[in-house]
């Protein structure tokens, strides 16, 4: 018994180690952020701040306020948008099965494997010809498309699990593929919509590739590449670095912590 | 359930535009992709000449793609096997009926969560020579001789980048596994200790061997990430000292975007998509023929 | 409820549709009415099949 217990101790010392390692960075940006430029060079990165002070996060945010604005309305068109393709196709893919469905599936599927370096010198070009270069609609309209392979990937994992019996009632009554989609299948993907439009806010705010090369100019910046010239500009103001990266952190964070359960089962279902 | 006539047209009209733009957006770019990797195009100028494969042999001239090839199956050798084996470990030790178990997996998702731009700048912050986390600490631990320049020192700044990318996917990696173990059937592991087994035996004759998916995913999930790796490294020290980390990501961008050599980093990126079919294509199969198996 | 709905799903599809139509003023118009278009119909569909639920 008395070895048993020593054994779960030192399990749990483990684990606590872990955690703590694993928070570190974190704890010591979170720190830094609270402290004037001169407390950061006078105390140790992991020591609370002893006067905390506002002034470098409110001087990132002046810095990246626009960005946020920019990055909110990109996640919330990208959201909407891949999830309604996503789960559009997932329905016909999952219940209107057709010959080459299965084929044209996977094909979805593998899009979530191209590596978006190969799309970057054609999205260049395709963008500029259609006159989206160097602005917000043009990484609006590939958020827009991006996300709707995996929000396909999602739904069909759900939708498989409706019984096909469900659909031939609705279907004797003379409902058409569309009226089923929209009475049917849709207010039965409440929780698969929850898991997929969480896992696309996180893919979305997070991404900075395609913001950096696909706008220019101050007021169209995704808030990664508006936090990247930040880090870039103010090279030993490791304060404001800090606290533009919380800034840029607390969102995923929050949704991370608190609807964690539903960001587990996407990540897990892939 | 066979579709009638008029039902196969409605479904065609509602899939087909949105199928059509995304096939669009990722196939024929990759085989355009290609095709600007045959030419000399050179993106601001619109006009262009074929010059078949002379950008693919001057490639294999270029030192900077061989050192960003060798990064890169530095990332495949090490940081593959590192968070995996990370993940399956912890997942282990939370799946001991522990106290608090939901905190722990949080904690640990919690890097997940931050976009690589933030992950880059705690870690400069971490790896600063002067005054950055890691050697304040150790100096204060009085452990000054471990201290070093860490993403300034061309010998050890790939090993610091992959440390970093390890403590941002670990979590991830425990999950996966948890998953995995908590989806096998307590029946399996009751017999095994009604037999008496002890927890190490049951964990590596019954509990791994069962695992085989959670491998699968986690393989394809990270290799993927190995291969087309780009933001972390990029903010963290843009591929330097040097060009001591450069990988094939990092170096298409720079040809391209930087240097304006648009056909040049089209071959980066055509190698890219070719690395990435070759490993995953076949692993997709695998898990494919598992699953009509079961 | 079913009141509600007819109510409700067109007001937030005009509304999220609406903000991103005003906030993209950089770009070019026709793309303007085609992503708030766009952003209408996705907004409007699911919101209005979320509350036939039940």
Redesign the interface.
Known sequence: MRIVKSRRIVLYIVLIAFAILMLLPLWSGIATAFKTSKEVILTTPITPPLHPTLTPLIESLDYIKKSLINSLVLVGSGVMVSCFFGSILAYVFSKRRFRGSITLFFLVVFCLYVPPQVQLIPLVRVTSRLGLHGNLGALVLLYMLFGTPMCTFIFKILYDEVPDSFIGAAKLDGAGTWTIYRQIILPLSVIPFIVAALLQVTIIWNDFIWGLILTSGEANLPVTVALANLKGSFVAKWNLQMAGALWVALPTLIIFIFLGKYVIRGYAGR | MELNKNEKISVLLIVLPILAIIFFFFYYCAGWNFFISLTDWKGFIPTYNLVGFRNYSSLLHDSIFWTSLKNNLLLIVIFVPGVILIGLIFAILIDQRVKGEGIFRTIYLLPFALSFVVTATLWTWMYSPRVGTINVLLEKLRLSSLKSGWITEPNIVMYCIITALIWQFAGYSVIIFLGGIRSIPESHTEAAKVDGASSFTLYTRIIIPQLTGSFMTGFIIFMCFAIKAFDFIWVLNKGGPGYTSHILGIAMYKETFVLDKYAYGAVYSTIIFLLSIVIIIPLLYLIHRREKLK | MENLRRIVSPFIAVL?SG??FY??S???MP??IA?AA??F???Y??I???L???
Do not use: C, Q, S, V
């Open positions: 999220a903000g991103l906030y993209l950089e770009t070019i793309w303007r992503f766009i952003m119909l996705a907004t569909i699911i209005d099949g979320f036939r639920r039940g």
